[in-house]
């Protein structure tokens, strides 16, 4: 299942995310991942988190996230959560692609892994592609 977060910079959209993570942590029977770039959750997210550095593995694009995210999951069939902090910072800000990547990610999740990502965006600016996975209280 793929659940995003909408929002401009400073709207609370990485709060909410280290709720989910914190929420996870307490219930989740798997291995729990995040992803983000810059490593700015490094004391914000519990060490039982794996915390993963887009940039450290030089991933730009979507296409690089996606197959960075399949080989991870491919890698571990304990994972249970992922979670992606700014995907437009290790995207770009293409929201067909987005929404393509989203769709991806949901077959590849399937109903085993929920992944939760913050686009720093209004959801306004998006399109159904990608407003079809927003969270409800989200809005």
């Known amino acids: 299942m793929i659940q995003v977060i909408t929002g401009k910079k400073g709207s609370g959209k990485t709060k909410i995310l280290l709720g989910m993570i914190d929420d996870a942590v307490k219930a989740s029977t798997g291995d729990i991942i995040c992803i983000e770039k810059c490593m700015k959750l490094t004391y914000s997210v519990n060490h039982k988190v794996r ?3 887009a940039e450290r593995y030089t ?3 979507f296409d690089m996230l996606y197959g960075f995210v ?5 890698g571990n069939y304990d994972i249970k959560e992922v979670f992606i902090d700014g995907i ?5 800000r293409n929201y067909d ?3 393509a990547l989203l769709e991806k ?3 590849l999740a399937g109903d085993d892994v929920h992944m939760v990502i913050t686009i720093s965006e209004d959801k306004e600016a998006l399109p159904e592609s990608v407003l079809k996975y927003l969270i409800p209280q989200a809005d």
């Open 70 to 74: 399949a080989g991870v999951l491919a």
């Open 105 to 107: 990610l949901a077959i």
């Open 59 to 61: 991933i730009e694009g």
């Open 97 to 99: 692609a987005l929404g």
């Open 51 to 53: 915390l993963v550095d």
């Open 88 to 92: 437009l910072k290790i995207g770009g």
